[in-house]
């Protein structure tokens, strides 16, 4: 009952984290965009200079943000009892997981797919490259990969630091 909390916690999280920022400038979110409209948005001279700056600060964030998941939810599966490599891979890639299946299917193919709010001016009519599945469900394989890595560095700080 505990790992479904947090799980649903982490959703509504990671909900928050993510979509007030990508409603109020979707470029914000721009390198989570299908490669034609990022070519596009690139194109356009409004946005002339800006997608390689930003392409620069997601790099930097991706790599914080996979320290900032593993101490996190290292804590996470700590208190929740977890006191091995084992079990605590198992909690944090349950969790990781059920993250990233709520972000393709709710997320990305629930609203990004189908939202006007989140398209960016100047690619409104590329509807078919907005609604390419197959971009998310690649990038939700990634994600889980992602999980394996987070999860396998939470493991490893439990085993090392607390196991008895």
Request: charge should be positive; proline fraction near 3%; hydrophobic fraction near 50%.
């Amino acid at each position: 009952m505990i790992l479904f909390i947090q799980c649903v916690v982490c959703c509504l999280l990671f909900t928050l984290a993510i979509l007030p920022a990508q409603y109020k400038d979707p470029t914000n979110m721009i390198m989570s965009y299908p490669p034609k409209i990022r070519q596009r948005v690139e194109e356009l001279p409004q946005y002339k200079g800006t997608i390689k700056q930003r392409e620069k600060v997601h790099v930097v964030k991706k790599i914080f943000g996979v320290i900032f998941f593993v101490i996190v939810l290292s804590g996470i599966a700590y208190l929740s009892g977890c006191r091995s490599f084992s079990t605590t891979f198992i909690h944090v890639i349950i969790l990781f997981f059920v993250v990233n299946i709520y972000d393709l299917i709710v997320l990305d193919w629930g609203i990004f797919c189908h939202s006007k709010k989140l398209r960016i001016s100047g690619t409104e009519d590329m509807e078919k490259e907005y609604k390419d599945y197959m971009f998310h469900v690649r990038g939700a394989c990634i994600g889980i990969g992602l999980g394996f890595v987070v999860a396998l560095l939470s493991g490893c700080i439990i085993h090392f630091c607390f196991a008895v």
